[in-house]
């Protein structure tokens, strides 16, 4: 029987991160995956082909709508290629999981292809896909086998018409009309493609706004953008029921005032979150407890109720995050070298990657009101900016919150182009303690959009803004 020092059950950001941590760290480290790629749901079916098709569809509406104004001009009609725009999204995760692929061999990690599940605390059983079965023993074990689509009790996925995002990577063909139920990340990223590519699109949303968990502002400023590119919203609609008769969906829900509305598409796409995906993992017989949702327990040094086996990730509490799950990854592997790293989860940054991009760390402004402390706002448009012009991409502005007394920032939450790539100045000042002042007393390169994020920290300072 192969013995290791660290065996990791799942292959996604996560586990392979932590596999090469490990390694990196001089233990023999062995990966588990069931499936024949490595990467799991980010490099496969979630965060890299979604921008593959988030990047083909945008530049297929600028081409339609934005070219000419740009003093370029195409004749013919502008068409989409659904099955070259798919297949160019799969040549990009095929390349990327080859990349994770080449950095297991460099490191000497060896990869399993199979479904693992415990056999007891230091054991566990490959099933491979000719039905074969091998063992492995490993001193420490860490859990990173991710999350799956959620649906609702009442919705049956056929995978054809009723789809999750999954399926949605993989249309045949352009909707008439996508419903899409869930206003999160997911739903409004992959609405935005297909809408582009030219569905009608709606998204019906429980709650009263859409990207719930972000600063009402940005939920307000996306709403606004997305309804002028005729993204329609039913907010505030508890979803009762999705029936698909031939090519057509029909989802019934109950709006605010308890009346019934219909909506009738040809595509539902389901997209309301993700469950931790613990199938078959049989952590029973190693004694691990879950909790009422199906997520494994740990303590703050990610360590389960069993001393030697840790989860990290989508399967663990807290934010379903590619880059969250790298973070716990790489501490347990350095826990296990004997150092002592540490995560801040509330610099770990969220964003969506919708046009214009969203991108949050820290406090929201209603997370503030509650907890009742003293703070001050600084705002910026990004239609000030000369970089922004030039671009013609104006909607949006950067937003900080910081102490009212010390300055200290405590949240940072922008909307506008490339702010999923901006955020990670907030999350470098947050994470060195700055305040506003410290920030908008750094230079800033002119023309770019981070701009902004200057001039909202000098609004912050005291109505200090430059540009307006």
Not at 191 to 212: H, N, S
Not at 428 to 454: G, L, Q, W
Request: aromatic share 6%; glycine share 10%; charged share 30%.
């Amino acid at each position: 029987m192969d013995q290791y020092d660290v065996a990791i059950i799942g292959s996604g950001p996560g586990g392979y991160v932590a596999a090469i941590r490990c390694a990196q760290l001089g233990m023999k480290t062995a990966i588990i995956e069931k499936y024949s790629t490595l990467g799991g749901t980010c490099l496969n079916v979630g965060c890299i082909p979604s921008k593959a098709m988030l990047d083909s569809s945008h530049h297929y509406e600028d081409a339609i709508n934005h070219f000419e104004e740009h003093g370029i001009e195409i004749p013919g009609e502008i068409k989409v290629n659904l099955e070259k725009m798919i297949g160019r999204k799969q040549g990009v995760v095929d390349q990327t999981t080859k990349g994770i692929q080449f950095l297991m061999d460099k490191n000497k990690i060896t990869v399993f292809e199979g479904l693992g599940s415990f056999k007891d605390a230091t054991h566990v059983n490959i099933k491979k896909n000719d039905g074969k079965t091998e063992e492995i023993e490993a001193k420490n074990i860490i859990i990173a086998t991710g999350s799956k689509p959620s649906t609702l009790p009442f919705i049956k996925i056929d995978k054809e018409r009723i789809i999750t995002s999954t399926e949605a990577l993989e249309l045949k063909e352009v909707p008439k009309h996508m419903i899409v139920i869930g206003g999160g990340v997911i739903g409004l990223e992959l609405g935005q493609v297909y809408k582009r590519l030219g569905a009608d699109v709606t998204v019906v949303e429980f709650m009263d706004r859409i990207i719930p968990g972000m600063d009402a502002a940005l939920s307000k400023e996306l709403t606004k953008v997305m309804k002028k590119q005729k993204v329609k919203f039913a907010l505030s609609h508890k979803v009762k029921s999705v029936e698909r008769k031939g090519d057509t969906i029909i989802v019934k829900a109950d709006d605010k005032k308890g009346q019934e509305v219909v909506f009738e598409g040809d595509y539902c796409l389901v997209a309301v979150g993700r469950r931790p995906y613990t199938d078959g993992l049989n952590v029973d017989a190693a004694g691990v407890k879950l909790d009422d949702r199906g997520k494994v327990i740990v303590n703050e040094h990610l360590k389960t109720n069993v001393d030697n086996i840790y989860a990290i990730g989508d399967v663990i509490k807290g934010a379903m995050l590619a880059h969250k799950a790298e973070e716990e990854g790489t501490l347990v592997a350095e826990q296990l070298a004997g150092q002592k790293p540490h995560i801040d989860y509330n610099l770990i940054p969220g964003v969506v990657y919708t046009w214009p991009e969203v991108a949050a760390v820290g406090k929201t402004e209603e997370e503030l009101k509650e907890a009742g402390v003293d703070y001050k706002v600084g705002q910026f448009p990004m239609r000030a900016l000369g970089r922004a012009r030039a671009s013609m991409d104006t909607d949006g502005f950067v937003k900080i919150l910081a102490d009212k007394k010390t300055d200290e920032v405590l949240g940072v939450h922008m909307i506008g182009a490339r702010c999923a790539d901006l955020i990670t100045e907030a999350v470098t000042a947050m994470e060195f303690r700055a305040s506003a002042e410290d920030i908008s007393r750094m230079s800033h390169a002119h023309p770019t959009y981070a701009e902004a994020v200057k001039e909202a920290a000098l609004a912050a300072t005291g109505d200090r803004a430059l540009h307006i």
